[in-house]
Nanobody, 126 residues
């Protein structure tokens, strides 16, 4: 069983930065792939990025955030952070972290993740 808690959301101006954190409980956290997803009002939840577990620690990003967002995993602290730079209004959404053991081809699919946090709101506006 894994419990996830996100933090770090807030209001930021266009071009600004935010860092989201996902804190996890559970001794086997390092085995899990951790994904970040987001859902904007009136839209479906979409993949943002993920880091694989079990020592793989490979990183994957949606094209829309590649080069602007960075995921960092710290298994010793059971945390995964999402550093978001050069934010724009289209990044406004409720951001979720999730944990699971998806196969590579399902990494970007929300149904492949078992555990979810409650979400943290990110609003990009002047």
């Amino acid at each position: 069983q894994v419990q996830l808690v996100e933090s770090g959301g807030g209001l930021v101006q266009p071009g600004g930065s935010l860092r989201l954190s996902c804190a996890a409980s559970g001794r086997t956290f390092s085995r899990y792939t951790v994904g970040w997803f987001r859902q904007a009002p009136g839209k479906e939840r979409e993949f943002v990025g993920a880091v694989r577990g079990s020592g793989g620690n490979t990183y994957h990003y949606a094209d829309s955030v590649k080069g602007r967002f960075t995921i960092v995993r710290d298994n010793a602290k059971n945390t995964v952070t999402l550093q978001m730079n050069t934010l724009n209004p289209e990044d406004t959404a409720l951001y979720y972290c999730a944990a699971g053991q998806p196969i590579l081809s399902a990494l970007r699919t929300e149904r492949a993740y078992t555990y979810w946090g409650q979400g943290t709101q990110v609003t990009v506006s002047s």
